[in-house]
DNA sequence: TCTTTGTTCCGTAACGATTAGCTAATCGTT
DNA sequence: AACGATTAGCTAATCGTTACGGAACAAAGA
């Protein structure tokens, strides 16, 4: 015979055969229906039985199949959470808040990463819905009216847009102030005497976006500077597309004095561009972004940024979905506006008028 | 009559009834067995049977139900994915490569976090094992003998090490060769003239820590400079340790000449430090790390890194896991090791032997 | 005409847990 | 002692899908 099985079997693999609820009953000498009952709690159980039922289960080694149980009962405990880009750090940080509140609820998470792509972002939301999850939190990457719409067909449970919002879509939704955060330190930069302030914005449509350029067009009127168009770059929200925008901005004849990223991703393009022109910031430039880094102490220039509160994101972004799994469900729309933070370092300095003067 | 029912149905909820296979068979007007044939393929259908029964999922609006395709399969096409820290750039980095292998293949990811903690790793392990994921990738935060002895205990499916190796812990695994990558990084402060080069370790007994001071060592003793215990210091893989352990060394009567931090969040600490004894770099002190950072061409000093190949990590995890789910497992335990880059930057030069002459 | 060989398709028994519905048994109360 | 009320535990149906065994029927060979 050929074929001999060598006995060394090193890798844990899968286990023999499944232990069901059943040997747990049959060892300790009762129904399913009493060991689910001790192990639930759904239905009163003598203290004896429920001892031998727990012995039973630590001998034969049972632990419950969430499978079985979830299709009996009709919900999952799982919650879909759909990213648009799980390598920014803003993502992460809300994601670990996320994670936090969920499994402190009992709830595990389903990854899915859109990669900033509709397509993919749809494909998901079926499997989600295939997969059963109970809820879903959605970073969504698209806009414009339809994409709102074919969302909403494709979505079957409750759900909480997390960071931006999508006109026409009814969903409950968790966001920060991008307006007043940007005001804010666009407003910085006016103070310390800019009067060309350029702004990266992400594409327009998306709120989060539109939000911080509004911020920026209200800084711009209260310090009563001139709105101009041109020092509006759409970056994409994407590093390699800010860093092209910032060039152009720089090589124009009439170069702002401050530049403004309205995302994290968006400030690291816009540094390298400056670092690449060889400017000196803040003696050069002045720079600020939305997001904040945890290396901003950490080298140079120690940047100045609008700070969003990540772990109040994540888990107000639970707490509403968790509300609507409940059969109490509020009857209204939710959107939670949470404020950001402005946190002043190095980056910003008064213009260069030396520079003009020389 | 009290308690109208006000018809503005805004939110989307859970819907009215469930679609099941048994719907779409009436419709079709074929039996259930039939409809499964024609979606999953498992069986041969009639052309004309077929095209019925795609008209009747389509016109009922059915998607199967995974749970219960789940249940009776015995897998549930999902694969846990248990990390130490997500918010760390480098894991963040490895799971985008493992969401799109996985996704390509078809497997969906449950996200777990343990934050660095066992106990919540265990936590997670028995979760995985009963929700049924098919096999697990792991970032394990434990170490000793006990340690391996105990996830062996909970696990109960194939799984795969990703980053760290424990001993005694026989699984799969895929890692960088940190020996190599921190060598050649030492080795290039000792080529500018380093000899008191000091290293920022992570926890003694962490493979993936150990392996990096082996390869400190091995650049020392290549470079014939004497091994001083006192220039290495556990930084635990985190920032304020490293931050506090890189104050004490700068501050000792002889400091270093030269710093290498065994990972990116101790890199942070460890600028943090140096920015504030106000020291310039690499004028004052060259500085060095283990993990490469997408910012580190925007921001000063550039720093020179040892870049991990994240993508192949991912993908190989999967990989490797996906092969022993299959029925034709490989006997033997397999270990890819793949190799780290070093990119050089801005952040190392010759040491200050003008400070010693003043 | 009667097998034989193939094809489709159907009925139905799992998968493993929960729970509605039921049967006894126990306990006070009158 | 009889009665309802309460309780503990059991049986079996159920969740939605897949896969096994066989039925029905057509084509082909004897």
Redesign the pocket.
Known sequence: MEGRIVSNSPVIGKSSR?????DV?RVA?????????T??G?????A??MERVRAAVAEVG????A???S????ETRMLGLLLADITNPFTTAVVHAVEAAAHASGYTLMLCNSDEDPAKERTYLDLLRTHRADGVMLMPVGFGRDYGQQIRRTLDVPAVLVDRTIPGLPLDAVTVDGRTGTREAVGHLATLGHRRIAILSGPAGVSASDERVTGYRAALDEAGIAFDPSLVRDGAFRQDPARAATLELLRAAEPPTALFACNNLMAIGMMRAVAEMGLDCPRDLSVACFDDFDWAEAFQPRLTTVAQPTDAIGGQAVALLLGRLGEAAAPGLRHIVLPPRLIVRDSCAPPPRARRCA
Do not use: H, M
């Not at 000498?29 to 009952?37: D, I, L």
């Not at 759904?42 to 003598?46: L, N």
């Not at 299709?71 to 009709?74: F, H, I, K, P, T």
């Open positions: 499944k232990v069901t609820i059943r009953a000498g009762v129904s399913t229906a009493t060991v689910s009952a192990l639930t759904s239905a009163p159980v003598s004896p039985l049972y632990r419950p199949d499978i079985a149980r299709l009996r009962r009709g």
